[in-house]
């Protein structure tokens, strides 16, 4: 579905990883009571790399969410700029390094 898409509207868990690591602009709802409140810290981040627009959940229904696509859509250059910060947030090989250098120190112990 991603790779049809041309911008995501999505809550703000694990999946900014996937909508980053797809290169796409994105409209993040952080979930509220998410633990620690995780999700407004991972839509931030996106945020504030110029990747997402955050909507808190309190302000989100139909028409505010379909002012917030239609202000992106009706903006093709703002979403080419937000593409390329999500994909500058993308880490596709994290899970490997992560590995290699666990397995690094295991080794070394």
């Known amino acids: 579905a991603l790779a049809a898409a041309d911008l995501v509207a999505a809550r ?15 409209i993040l709802v952080p979930y509220p009571h998410a633990t620690a409140d995780h999700q407004t810290a991972n839509a931030r981040h996106i945020e504030a790399a110029g990747a ?9 229904d139909g028409p505010r969410l379909a002012r917030e696509v239609g202000v992106l859509l009706g903006h093709p250059e703002r979403m080419r ?6 994909a500058e ?20 112990r």
């Open 52 to 60: 997402a627009v955050v909507v808190p959940d309190t302000e989100l």
């Open 81 to 86: 700029a937000m593409a390329r910060a999500a």
């Open 12 to 26: 703000s868990g694990g999946s900014v990883l996937e909508v980053a690591a797809a290169g796409l602009p994105s």
């Open 89 to 108: 947030v993308a880490r596709p090989g994290a899970a490997v390094q992560i590995a290699q250098e666990t397995l690094a120190l295991a080794k070394n």
